[in-house]
């Protein structure tokens, strides 16, 4: 049994992937935006990664843009039978480095082939639709339309399963009206709960939810409790960040991402980090303490 093992399993669609996955953001250069400033590091990362037993990999054609897509299919491909490849649709970059919408007939279409194409695959296992109605968080609008066309390229057989990333709510419930969605994609971590009653409903209906920004993102976590936990359990502040999330709910699939194949091991350690119920409690009070 390999270390992530100790994390479980869920189903994504109808594949079964290890809790503790890897994303492929960090890949990118600064900014998501660009080659990465260690290509052969780039390479190992996602090498040591599938090696450690990580079978689920998440990415878009729009980071880089079209980067992080080149360097998995040059480290992986051919491609691990177990392993699950997510990708996601609904922005493009500009120029200036800005994440714009992308939610037309043409531009999604084109998206999911530009995902085949530079990913070298038949099909796309999972697609997340990502709603921009805000860059900075989910914001209310239809998400009918580009859905639609979603399930149309599903129906061609281009795409397997679909997901829903940056939504609300109400765009959840209008998203499985028109197709079944496997899982949703939100910021959420150890200080961002708004999700939380979100996150249980889904868990009854069996559908994975992937906290992006697990460590915060841009903005790493800092909490003196983290930090004290940290020290009491002799693991760092962000193993304990990733402990926290495997317990919070079972549906919670992880996917930190690094570019650095020791903070790499050091993310995945975290499978292998048992937290008392003491801990727990405490932890479960940081973000309301940040809110206080």
Same mark, same amino acid.
């Given at each position: 049994?390999?270390?992530?093992?100790?994390?479980?399993?869920?189903?994504?669609?109808?594949?079964?992937? &290890?809790? @503790?996955?890897?994303?492929?953001?960090? !890949?990118?250069?600064?900014?998501?935006?660009?080659p =990465?400033?260690?290509?052969? #590091?780039? /390479?190992?990362?996602?090498?040591?990664?599938?090696?450690?037993?990580?079978?689920?990999?998440?990415?878009?054609?729009?980071?880089?843009?079209?980067?992080? &897509?080149?360097?998995?299919?040059?480290?992986?491909?051919?491609?691990?039978?177990? /392993?699950? *490849?997510?990708?996601?649709?609904?922005?493009?970059?500009?120029?200036?480095?800005?994440?714009?919408?992308a939610?037309?007939?043409?531009a999604?279409?084109?998206?999911?082939?530009?995902? @085949?194409?530079?990913?070298? !695959?038949?099909?796309? #296992?999972?697609? &997340?639709?990502?709603?921009?109605?805000?860059?900075?968080?989910?914001a #209310?609008?239809? *998400? #009918?339309?580009? @859905?639609?066309? +979603?399930?149309g390229?599903?129906?061609?057989? @281009?795409?397997?399963?679909?997901?829903?990333s940056?939504?609300?709510p109400?765009?959840?419930?209008?998203?499985?009206? *028109?197709?079944?969605?496997?899982?949703?994609?939100?910021?959420?971590?150890?200080?961002?709960?708004?999700?939380?009653? /979100?996150?249980?409903d !889904?868990?009854?209906?069996? *559908?994975?939810?992937?906290?992006?920004?697990?460590?915060?993102?841009?903005?790493? +976590?800092?909490?003196?409790? +983290?930090?004290?936990?940290? $020290?009491?359990?002799?693991?760092? =502040?962000?193993?304990?960040?990733?402990?926290?999330?495997?317990?919070?709910?079972? &549906?919670i699939?992880?996917i930190p991402?690094?570019?650095?194949?020791?903070? !790499?091991?050091?993310?995945?350690?975290?499978?292998?980090?048992?937290?008392?119920?003491?801990?727990?409690? $405490?932890?479960?009070?940081?973000?309301?303490?940040?809110?206080?």
């Amino acid at each position: 049994m390999s270390i992530i093992d100790k994390a479980g399993s869920f189903k994504l669609g109808d594949r079964s992937v &290890n809790r @503790l996955g890897y994303g492929a953001m960090q !890949l990118a250069g600064p900014g998501v935006f660009g080659p =990465p400033k260690d290509h052969a #590091e780039a /390479l190992a990362v996602l090498r040591a990664a599938v090696a450690s037993g990580v079978n689920h990999i998440d990415t878009s054609d729009f980071y880089g843009p079209h980067v992080t &897509n080149h360097i998995i299919r040059e480290a992986l491909s051919p491609y691990p039978q177990d /392993l699950v *490849i997510v990708t996601k649709l609904g922005a493009r970059r500009g120029d200036d480095k800005s994440w714009n919408p992308a939610f037309s007939p043409e531009a999604l279409t084109q998206a999911v082939h530009d995902n @085949l194409r530079n990913l070298g !695959l038949d099909y796309l #296992e999972v697609v &997340n639709l990502r709603a921009m109605f805000s860059v900075h968080g989910p914001a #209310e609008g239809s *998400i #009918e339309a580009p @859905l639609a066309v +979603l399930a149309g390229l599903q129906q061609q057989g @281009l795409v397997r399963h679909i997901g829903l990333s940056n939504v609300t709510p109400t765009q959840i419930a209008e998203g499985r009206r *028109i197709a079944p969605i496997v899982c949703v994609q939100n910021n959420y971590n150890l200080a961002n709960r708004g999700d939380d009653a /979100l996150i249980d409903d !889904l868990a009854r209906d069996g *559908i994975a939810y992937v906290p992006f920004f697990p460590l915060g993102g841009f903005q790493p +976590l800092q909490s003196r409790a +983290l930090s004290e936990v940290a $020290t009491t359990l002799g693991a760092s =502040p962000m193993q304990v960040a990733l402990s926290w999330l495997l317990h919070r709910a079972p &549906n919670i699939l992880l996917i930190p991402g690094t570019s650095s194949v020791a903070h !790499l091991r050091e993310n995945l350690a975290a499978a292998d980090l048992a937290l008392p119920p003491d801990a727990i409690h $405490t932890l479960d009070d940081v973000a309301r303490l940040k809110a206080a």
